[in-house]
């Protein structure tokens, strides 16, 4: 696309913010790189169109951000100068609508058609490109929300997921209904639908995955049934390394050497999972009365010092900070 506008754009904010579904509009580039300023990290903005305009709707639940996007034809590109160490990593999946796109991380490429999905890193350099008017759904989260280690995901960034098929059949009109309904998504509610997509989101890209496997790999499988039993276990104190191991009748050994290829550790990973269930019982009101320690052993976290230091080093603040601060906030 050969740029009669384009512009380097740094946010005003670092993090995702709190917000409404309000639509804004941008009558010019200008405008409009003044709109996307202020979302997802420092990007490069272009476009050859000499009347643009564009629409925006956002609406935020939790730590998630979904944006429906109505645009002229423009490139949106994050390049490695603008990536600091210490910024916040967030995971983009998109849902084209209208239009036709085309997107580039990690060495790969892939056309985009309406009804297509793909997902991006917002913390290693990629290129967005919209050909002509586009309507798109744009959904953005910590790397943290998905039970994927990051290494597992950047073997599918990049890639188009068919919304006609498989287990994207299930996600591309859930996804479109989300867009839809911005302003239902408050609250408690709000944030388990959210959580609902993002489980959706984790069985898509894992059968992404398997079917990019060779025919007869079977580990990607394993780790699978791993995943899920140990999901299902959580609540047990005494689940560990070797207790997922004896279950499923392998070595301790190769338990790890399956999580390792995926760059995680197996207590790592049952430590994350617990304490994700710990914080959404943070901010549930079901929940809002029952001691924090309480919450913490309904999912094997019984030494209480001990799952205050990893909450505290998980999301940068106390348990009893983090449900005091969203208390405020939702009030």
Known sequence: ???????????????????SSSEL?????????????????????????????GSLRSTHVDETCIT?????????RRVASQIEPTDAKFLKLSLLLEGRGFVAQDGRSAVLRPGDLAIYDTSRPYTFEFEDNVHVLLMVFPHHMVGMSADLLH????????GDRGIGKVISPFMEHLGANLDLLQGINGIRVMHSALDLITALLSSELARKKPEGDTRRAHTEKLRLYIESNL???????????AAHFMSV???????????????????????ERCRMD??????????????????????????????????????RQYRLRNRHDAA
Not at 33 to 53: C, H, M
Not at 155 to 162: D, E, F, G, Y
Not at 253 to 275: A, H, N
Request: proline share 4%; hydrophobic share 40%; with cysteine.
């Open 1 to 19: 696309m050969s740029s009669l506008e384009q512009a380097t754009v740094t946010p005003t904010r670092s993090r995702l913010q709190a917000g």
């Open 25 to 53: 509009r941008a009558e010019n580039f200008s405008d409009w790189i003044s709109l996307v300023g202020n979302r997802f990290g420092q990007l490069s903005l272009s476009t050859n169109v000499p009347r643009f305009y």
């Open 68 to 76: 429906e996007i109505s645009a002229c034809a423009h490139r949106v």
């Open 155 to 162: 073997q599918v960034t990049a890639v188009a997921i068919a």
């Open 235 to 245: 609540s047990d104190p005494d689940l560990s390394t070797a207790r997922v191991a």
């Open 253 to 275: 050994r190769y338990l790890q050497y399956l999580f390792k290829e995926q760059g995680q550790t197996v207590s790592g990973y049952i430590r994350e999972r617990r304490l």
């Open 282 to 319: 943070l901010l549930d009101p079901a929940f809002a009365t029952q001691p924090i320690h309480l919450i913490a052993a309904r999912w094997g976290l019984l030494d209480g010092a001990y799952f205050s230091k990893k909450f505290k080093a998980a999301y940068g603040e106390s348990a």
